[in-house]
């Protein structure tokens, strides 16, 4: 299933994609629906690492754009993501 596409790729500090799931959770091609996930990748000392995760642009979704909004930010969204990864990866 596609969920977007790579905007931007400057490894290794940040990634900047189009999301084009909508409301519904359905693929929307078009690009101008699409809102942006930026994750950043910064130095810490001690050889930590602090991941930043910004999603904007939800008014772009022509579909239920507060769904989308809700949906990344309820419980499943992006906060369980990323506390999946900091339990995979933080020692």
């Known amino acids: 299933m596609l969920l977007g596409s790579v905007l931007e790729w400057e490894p290794p500090a ?5 999301w084009h799931l909508n409301g519904d959770w359905e693929y929307d091609p078009d690009p101008a629906h699409a809102s942006e996930v930026e994750v950043r990748f ?3 000392a001690g050889g930590r690492t602090r991941v930043e995760l910004v999603h904007r ?4 979704h022509v579909t ?3 769904d ?8 499943g969204g992006w906060g369980s993501i990323l506390a ?8």
């Open 14 to 18: 940040r990634v900047l994609l189009a």
């Open 57 to 60: 642009g939800f008014e772009r």
């Open 84 to 91: 999946g990864y900091a339990a995979v990866f933080v020692s």
């Open 42 to 44: 910064v130095d810490l």
């Open 68 to 75: 989308v909004r809700r949906g990344v930010g309820g419980e």
């Open 64 to 66: 239920k754009p507060e």
